[in-house]
C-alpha cells in the first residue's frame, strides 16, 4: 500500500513540476489527457489483464466512440437527407442510404443462415457465393447514388447527413454501445483464433474502420473533419465564459486574465468530470475482479484447458470480457472527440491510439487495476511533457552551440524525442519491475 502511496505521489508531483515550470494552463491539459488515457488503460487492461486477450486493434474502438458523437451530437443536415438525384428513388437520399444499411445486415444475416443450413460441400460454397456477391451489387445500386446526392450538397461545408442535435454526454453511452457492437461482430469470427490471429484480425478491422470514416463523407466529412460538436454539460466554451459579465467581474476581483482564467476553469470541470467516470470505474472493476466473476476470468486466462474442464464456458467468456473492455475504450472515444469538439478521422492512428495504451498497461502493471490508472496518467504525461518542454530542454542544451542548421534542426525534433522517452521508460520499468510498477497480486 504505501508503494502504491509513493508512486502516485511522485506522479502528482512531476504535474505539479509541470504547473510551477511551465503553466499550470499546461499541467492541466496534459492531466486531461491522462485521466482520458487512464481510463481507456482500464478497458485494455479487462481484455488482457483479466482474460489474456490481446488486441490491437484498440484504435477502432476509440475512432467507433468518437463517430457516436457526430451521429448523437452534430446538427442535422435536413437539406443533404432530403437531397435527390439520379438513382435515388425511395424519397430522399438520407432514407435511401438507411435501407441499404439495412439491406446489408440482412445479406449477412442470409450468409449466415445458407452457411449454416446447408451441408458443408460444394454447394454451400455456390450458395453462398451469390448471395453475397449478388447482394453487393444490390447494395451498391442502392447505396451509392444516395451517397453521391448527399455529398453533392453544398460539399465544402456539408455533403453529409449530420447527426440528431441532442446533448455531447448522450453520445458517451452510445459511442460504448458502438464499440460494444463492434467488439461482438469481431470477436464472433475472431475470438476463436490463435492468439497471434487474434491480434492480427483486430489490427486488419481496426484500420477498415478508420479507411471507412476518412473515406465517407456523408457520414463524417471524411478528412475535411466534422467541426462544430458541442461541448459536454456543464462545461462551456471559453469565448462565452470571456463574455460573461459575472465571470469578469469575478477575475476583476481576483487580478486574474480572463483569457488564462477561462482556459483553466474549463480544464478544471473536464478534470473533475473525467476524474469522476474514472472513479466510478475503478470501483466497479475492483468489485468486478474480487468477485467469483473475475476469479473465474483469472482462471480462463491462466489455463483455459483446466477451466474448460471444469464447466467453463471459455469463448462465451471471453466474448463478455472483450465486449465490455472495448465499451470502455468507444466510451473515451466519445469523451476525446465532445472535448475537442470535432471528429478528425486522421488522427486515430495505431501509435497514439493502440500502442502507446499498451505501454501504459505493460508499464502500471496488467492485471491490476490502479496500475492501469498509475501507468495512465504516467506515460500520458512523458507523451505529451516532452512535446512541450522538449523545444526547451534542447534549446538549453545547445545554447553553447553556433547558429545555423543544425542547431536549428535539433530544436525542431526535440518533440519527437517522446518515441525516445518511452521507450527508456518502458526499458527501464521492464528491467526493474517486469510486472510492471503495480504488479497483479
Known amino acids: 500500500m504505501m508503494k502504491n502511496i509513493v508512486l502516485f505521489g511522485g506522479v502528482a508531483l512531476l504535474y505539479i513540476l509541470t504547473g510551477q515550470m511551465l503553466s499550470w494552463n499546461v499541467s492541466l491539459s496534459i492531466l486531461v489527457i491522462g485521466l482520458l488515457s487512464a481510463i481507456t488503460a482500464l478497458g485494455v487492461n479487462m481484455q488482457w489483464g483479466y482474460a489474456g486477450l490481446f488486441s490491437t486493434g484498440i484504435v477502432g474502438s476509440v475512432a467507433l466512440g468518437g463517430l457516436a458523437v457526430v451521429f448523437i451530437s452534430g446538427q442535422p443536415v435536413p437539406e443533404a437527407f432530403a437531397a435527390t438525384g439520379d438513382g435515388v428513388f425511395l424519397g430522399s437520399a438520407g432514407w435511401q442510404v438507411i435501407a441499404a444499411l439495412v439491406l446489408a445486415l440482412l445479406i449477412i444475416a442470409v450468409g449466415v443462415r445458407v452457411w449454416g443450413a446447408l451441408p458443408q460441400g460444394r454447394s454451400r460454397s455456390l450458395a453462398l457465393a451469390v448471395v453475397l456477391i449478388g447482394g453487393f451489387f444490390l447494395y451498391r445500386a442502392i447505396f451509392d447514388p444516395a451517397v453521391a446526392a448527399i455529398e ?105 486574465n480572463p483569457t488564462t482564467a477561462s482556459t483553466i476553469l474549463v480544464k478544471l470541470i473536464y478534470c473533475a468530470i473525467f476524474a469522476l467516470i474514472l472513479g466510478i470505474l475503478i470501483w466497479l472493476l475492483e468489485r468486478a475482479v474480487h468477485s467469483p466473476w473475475g476469479r473465474m476470468m483469472r482462471a480462463i486466462r491462466d489455463n483455459e484447458i483446466a477451466a474448460s474442464a471444469m464447466g467453463k464456458d471459455v469463448k462465451r467468456q471471453h466474448l463478455i470480457i472483450f465486449i465490455l473492455g472495448s465499451a470502455v475504450v468507444g466510451m473515451t472515444g466519445a469523451m476525446y472527440v465532445s472535448m475537442l469538439g470535432q471528429l478528425v478521422p486522421g488522427e486515430f492512428s495505431p501509435l497514439r491510439f493502440t500502442f502507446l495504451i499498451w505501454i501504459m498497461v505493460i508499464l502500471g502493471g496488467s492485471g491490476n487495476n490502479w496500475g492501469s490508472v498509475l501507468g495512465g496518467l504516467l506515460v500520458g504525461w512523458l507523451w505529451l511533457i516532452v512535446d512541450n518542454a522538449g523545444p526547451m530542454i534542447a534549446a538549453a542544451i545547445t545554447a553553447g552551440m553556433p547558429d545555423g542548421d543544425l542547431k536549428t534542426h535539433l530544436i525542431d525534433v526535440a518533440p519527437q524525442m517522446r518515441l525516445l522517452t518511452l521507450g527508456l521508460a518502458l526499458l527501464i520499468v521492464l528491467r526493474f519491475a517486469p510486472r510492471g510498477l503495480i504488479p497483479e497480486k
Open 152 to 256: 453533392a450538397y453544398d460539399p465544402a461545408t456539408h455533403g453529409n447527413i449530420g447527426g440528431l442535435g441532442l446533448p455531447s454526454l448522450l453520445a458517451w453511452p452510445v459511442g460504448a454501445l458502438f464499440a460494444a457492437a463492434g467488439a461482438w461482430a469481431i470477436g464472433k469470427i475472431a475470438l476463436g483464433l490463435r492468439e497471434d490471429y487474434l491480434a492480427i484480425a483486430t489490427l486488419g478491422i481496426a484500420e477498415i474502420i478508420i479507411t471507412a470514416m476518412k473515406s465517407e463523407d456523408w457520414m463524417s466529412r471524411g478528412v475535411k473533419n466534422f467541426v462544430g460538436l458541442p461541448r459536454p454539460w456543464p462545461v462551456p466554451y471559453e469565448v462565452d465564459l470571456q463574455k460573461t459579465q459575472s465571470f469578469l467581474d469575478l477575475c476583476a476581483q481576483w487580478g486574474l
